[in-house]
């Protein structure tokens, strides 16, 4: 991830099915990404202690750039 100044928003390719309903993306370290039917299985469990967070909402932006001033 050399060279990013922000990500806002993202999307996974999928070339094969995965079958992990939780992962750690290699780019985004310290950041766990689930699957639908987990946010599911959360929301009919009532788990707490966790932000779920669409990936096209998601925003690492340490420089506190808006999205628009990008370069």
Do not use: Y
Not at 6 to 28: M, N, S, T, W, Y
Not at 48 to 63: A, G, I, K, S
């Amino acid at each position: 991830m050399s060279g990013l100044d922000a990500i806002h928003g993202f999307c996974l390719e999928q070339p094969h099915q995965v079958k992990e309903d939780i992962f750690r993306p290699r780019a985004l370290a310290g950041t766990l990404v689930t699957s639908e039917r987990f946010a599911r299985f959360a929301a009919r469990h009532a788990l707490t202690n966790m932000r779920l967070t669409p990936t096209e909402q998601f925003v690492w932006d340490p420089l506190g750039r808006e999205p628009d001033r990008l370069d």
